[in-house]
């Protein structure tokens, strides 16, 4: 189904209602506006801020904000801001048509109004202000008839009202202009100072020959990884001495990473190492004369994703090696089959700083398709707790930012993956979310084109 299908559905002054998320707004305002066609965002309190930031990003004035301050329940409120601004709007376009052509002019502009977001009263009540716009006269009503659609979370479509059953209109992607940072943005997350959205967004495999050989061989990275980094590279506290005959066991409880000036100097040795990882490890100049890894020399090597604090290096090339790179092959995966899948942009380690307002967003791997967000946790371990923990985090965050659209999946190291899902399902209902354990790690790539494809197939 192509843009055309759209045209004659677009309308000159389109109203949305505004909900806590503004990604639906900003689908339609992209989808139902004619050339030179104006959004009017109808907010209450409570959504003040996304209003802005679709203002924002819409370009918007304040001519084009109906605000309903409290009044979001308010009948009589409701229908009296939107008429009041229906009529501005008519007095405004008949006054610009006279001064072009010194006359009033004829033509009739085109209202509409989706009711994707606010509350069920501002969709009832606004929907009524359409259908009768001067409420002293009952015979009144917009000529041409106003259009009023629905974009549907279920079929990822436009629903269009029409007489019997709703038009339904396929959302085509490239319209939409939409990128993971603007989806970030209307949500008031910014990813960093950087200058283009390249910098701000990892889209690049770190070492995928490595991350290839350390899925292929991962029982022996995981090894060395608890006897040699760990050992290096955390913090150590005594907690036990065992005397046994002539010699005295000492246990140690392994701690969080050291301190930075400490760890940019800690060396790992790479015994144990299966032959392939050394030889990749080699093939990129890794290792140092002594033949061991160097923190230093790692970070000079500039291989590693920089973070924002050039003192937080040390510990995000440790944090690569314990599992992110299980990120990087999930990402890697993803732009196998971006083609097929339809994906529009696929990205990694999304850092937002913490905000008052709102709850810690971090996104291991996501993807969009369209205005549909696709968001992957990973882990690398196989508890059952922890799993199911990163399941309902990823969930959450992905729901606030995409709506009920939203697509949700771990990947993890996991056996149990229907355990966990059904550990997942007990307290929230959403059969379309995907565990991907231990056993689906090796074809991961097909494992997620199927999810994909047919999710909401």
Same mark, same amino acid.
Request: glycine share 4%.
């Given at each position: 189904?192509?843009?055309?299908?759209?045209?004659?559905y677009k309308v000159d002054h389109l109203f949305l209602l505004i909900g806590e998320n503004p990604l639906p707004n900003y689908v339609a305002a992209k989808m139902l506006l004619n050339e030179g066609g104006?959004?009017y965002l109808v907010f209450s309190e409570r959504t003040q801020k996304p209003a802005e930031r679709l203002k924002e990003e819409l370009g918007l004035s304040d001519e084009e904000m109906v605000p309903l301050n409290n009044n979001e329940a308010n009948a009589y409120e409701i229908k009296k801001k939107i008429r009041e601004k229906i009529k501005e709007i008519q007095q405004r376009d008949?006054?610009?048509?006279?001064?072009?052509?010194?006359?009033?002019?004829?033509?009739?502009?085109?209202?509409?109004?989706?009711?994707?977001?606010?509350?069920?009263?501002?969709?009832?009540?606004?929907?009524?202000?359409?259908?009768?716009?001067?409420?002293?006269?009952?015979?009144?009503?917009?000529?041409?008839?106003?259009?009023?659609?629905?974009?549907?979370?279920?079929?990822?479509?436009?629903?269009?009202?029409?007489?019997?059953?709703?038009?339904?209109?396929?959302?085509?992607?490239?319209?939409?202009?939409?990128?993971?940072?603007?989806?970030?943005?209307?949500?008031?997350?910014?990813?960093?100072?950087?200058?283009?959205?390249?910098?701000?967004?990892?889209?690049?495999?770190?070492?995928?020959?490595?991350?290839?050989?350390?899925?292929?061989?991962?029982?022996?990275?995981?090894?060395?990884?608890?006897?040699?980094?760990?050992?290096?590279?955390?913090?150590?506290?005594?907690?036990?001495?065992?005397?046994?005959?002539?010699?005295?066991?000492?246990?140690?409880?392994?701690?969080?990473?050291?301190?930075?000036?400490?760890?940019?100097?800690?060396?790992?040795?790479?015994?144990?190492?299966?032959?392939?990882?050394?030889?990749?490890?080699?093939?990129?100049?890794?290792?140092?004369?002594?033949?061991?890894?160097?923190?230093?020399?790692?970070?000079?090597?500039?291989?590693?994703? $920089?973070?924002? %604090?050039? !003192?937080?290096?040390?510990? =995000? &090339?440790?944090?690569? @090696?314990?599992?992110?790179?299980? /990120? +990087?092959?999930?990402?890697?995966?993803? $732009?196998?089959? %971006?083609? !097929?899948?339809?994906?529009? =942009? &696929?990205?990694?380690? @999304?850092?937002?700083?913490?905000? /008052? +307002?709102?709850?810690?967003?971090?996104?291991?791997?996501?993807?969009?398709?369209?205005?549909?967000?696709?968001?992957?946790?990973?882990?690398?371990?196989?508890?059952?707790?922890?799993?199911?923990?990163?399941?309902?985090?990823?969930?959450?965050?992905?729901?606030?930012?995409?709506?009920?659209?939203?697509?949700?999946?771990?990947?993890?190291?996991?056996?149990?993956?229907?355990?966990?899902?059904?550990?997942?399902?007990?307290?929230?209902?959403?059969?379309?979310?995907?565990?991907?354990?231990?056993?689906?790690?090796?074809?991961?790539?097909?494992?997620?084109?199927?999810?994909?494809?047919?999710?909401?197939?």
């Amino acid at each position: 189904m192509g843009t055309s299908e759209f045209d004659e559905y677009k309308v000159d002054h389109l109203f949305l209602l505004i909900g806590e998320n503004p990604l639906p707004n900003y689908v339609a305002a992209k989808m139902l506006l004619n050339e030179g066609g104006k959004p009017y965002l109808v907010f209450s309190e409570r959504t003040q801020k996304p209003a802005e930031r679709l203002k924002e990003e819409l370009g918007l004035s304040d001519e084009e904000m109906v605000p309903l301050n409290n009044n979001e329940a308010n009948a009589y409120e409701i229908k009296k801001k939107i008429r009041e601004k229906i009529k501005e709007i008519q007095q405004r376009d008949r006054e610009k048509s006279q001064q072009k052509d010194g006359y009033e002019n004829s033509e009739k502009k085109l209202f509409g109004l989706n009711y994707t977001g606010g509350t069920k009263a501002m969709a009832v009540h606004a929907y009524q202000a359409f259908l009768l716009p001067d409420e002293k006269d009952p015979k009144s009503q917009l000529n041409p008839s106003p259009i009023f659609s629905y974009l549907d979370s279920s079929s990822l479509k436009m629903l269009i009202d029409h007489r019997g059953n709703p038009i339904s209109l396929n959302i085509p992607n490239k319209q939409l202009k939409l990128s993971l940072e603007k989806l970030f943005k209307l949500h008031g997350l910014s990813l960093s100072n950087k200058k283009t959205s390249k910098d701000n967004i990892k889209t690049d495999v770190t070492l995928p020959e490595l991350v290839e050989a350390i899925v292929q061989n991962n029982l022996l990275w995981r090894e060395w990884c608890q006897k040699i980094l760990y050992i290096e590279a955390r913090e150590q506290e005594e907690i036990a001495k065992i005397k046994k005959d002539n010699t005295t066991e000492i246990y140690f409880k392994i701690g969080n990473w050291k301190h930075h000036k400490e760890l940019i100097n800690v060396s790992f040795s790479i015994n144990g190492l299966p032959e392939i990882i050394v030889s990749i490890i080699k093939q990129n100049n890794m290792l140092q004369a002594d033949n061991k890894l160097n923190i230093q020399h790692l970070k000079d090597l500039n291989i590693f994703p $920089k973070p924002s %604090k050039n !003192e937080d290096i040390p510990k =995000e &090339i440790c944090k690569w @090696f314990e599992g992110v790179w299980l /990120e +990087d092959y999930v990402l890697q995966q993803l $732009k196998k089959i %971006k083609e !097929e899948c339809s994906l529009d =942009e &696929i990205g990694m380690s @999304f850092n937002f700083p913490e905000k /008052e +307002d709102m709850a810690f967003f971090e996104f291991d791997v996501a993807c969009l398709r369209g205005y549909q967000l696709f968001a992957i946790s990973c882990t690398t371990d196989k508890t059952d707790n922890l799993c199911k923990s990163k399941l309902f985090e990823a969930y959450n965050r992905a729901r606030l930012m995409g709506g009920n659209e939203a697509r949700v999946a771990l990947v993890c190291y996991s056996n149990k993956v229907n355990k966990i899902k059904q550990a997942f399902m007990s307290q929230v209902d959403d059969p379309k979310v995907m565990v991907f354990g231990s056993g689906d790690i090796a074809d991961l790539s097909e494992k997620l084109k199927n999810w994909i494809q047919t999710v909401d197939a």
